[in-house]
């Protein structure tokens, strides 16, 4: 089945402990990249990247970092996550800038 | 100020009563989508609209692009306590970066 697949669901961590939240799709995308969703703010774009080594900010991309070292795995970093960062994050990927096919959403809290 | 602007922020229907949900950007549109959320989950594709004057239907759901691909709608018919949720409306756009950008969405909830 196509997918794009995120873990965990669910994260609660404190204040400046480093944190991964893994991405992964089967759909030999190109394009991936990660959101955050907040209530009245709507999605809003932390990183992307276009291929393969090849990552660029988004709106929001300070305290978060990501890699693209294969095509199928998009992690996002929180080297030192701060509370402001409770959200809501999604994963997506998409092809020849085709809809995108999201991931079920990872609940952040910190602490 | 946002993008692409959706209206209404919320609506309210009793089941069996059409609605239709707005989405308006001020530049032309490459490709427009419309996604369904349940609260707090993950975004579920519904429909991809590309050419201008263009309608797609599913089940009883149908989306509008209109001709200069600014604006489209989603329109329910006959709405049931299933299509409660959160739709969005995201696009890319005809010129500059490959950027999606999305509405801050249009909480349903259809009463029964």
């Known amino acids: 089945e196509a997918q794009v697949t995120q873990n965990p669901r669910y994260l609660i961590t404190v204040t400046g402990k480093k944190l991964t939240v893994t991405c992964s799709q089967n759909m030999n995308h190109e394009y991936m990249s990660w959101y955050r969703q907040d209530p009245g703010l709507g999605l809003r774009q932390i990183y992307y990247?276009?291929?393969?080594?090849?990552?660029d900010k988004g709106d929001v991309p300070e305290g978060y970092k990501v890699s693209r070292k294969e095509k199928r795995n998009f992690p996002l970093i929180l080297e030192s996550p701060s509370p402001n960062q409770t959200s809501l994050y999604f994963c997506?990927?998409?092809?020849?800038?085709?809809?995108?096919?999201f991931g079920n959403g990872t609940r952040l809290t910190v602490t | 100020s946002q993008e692409l602007e959706q209206s209404p922020q919320s609506l309210i229907v009793q089941e069996g009563k059409n609605l239709t949900i707005n989405c308006t950007s001020s530049?032309?549109?490459?490709?427009l989508y419309w996604y369904k959320q349940k609260y707090g989950e993950g975004l579920i594709f519904l429909m991809m609209l590309q050419k201008g004057g263009e309608e797609k239907s599913h089940e009883k759901i149908t989306a509008k692009l209109d001709e200069k691909k600014q604006q489209s709608s989603l329109h329910i018919t006959a709405s049931q306590p299933s299509h409660a949720g959160i739709y969005l409306c995201?696009?890319?756009?005809?010129?500059?970066?490959?950027?999606?950008?999305f509405g801050t969405g249009t909480r349903l909830k259809v009463l029964a």
């Open positions: 530049k032309t549109l490459y490709g």
């Open positions: 997506a990927s998409s092809q020849d800038r085709g809809p995108l096919h």
């Open positions: 990247s276009m291929n393969v080594e090849v990552t």
């Open positions: 995201g696009a890319t756009k005809a010129s500059g970066t490959y950027k999606y950008i």
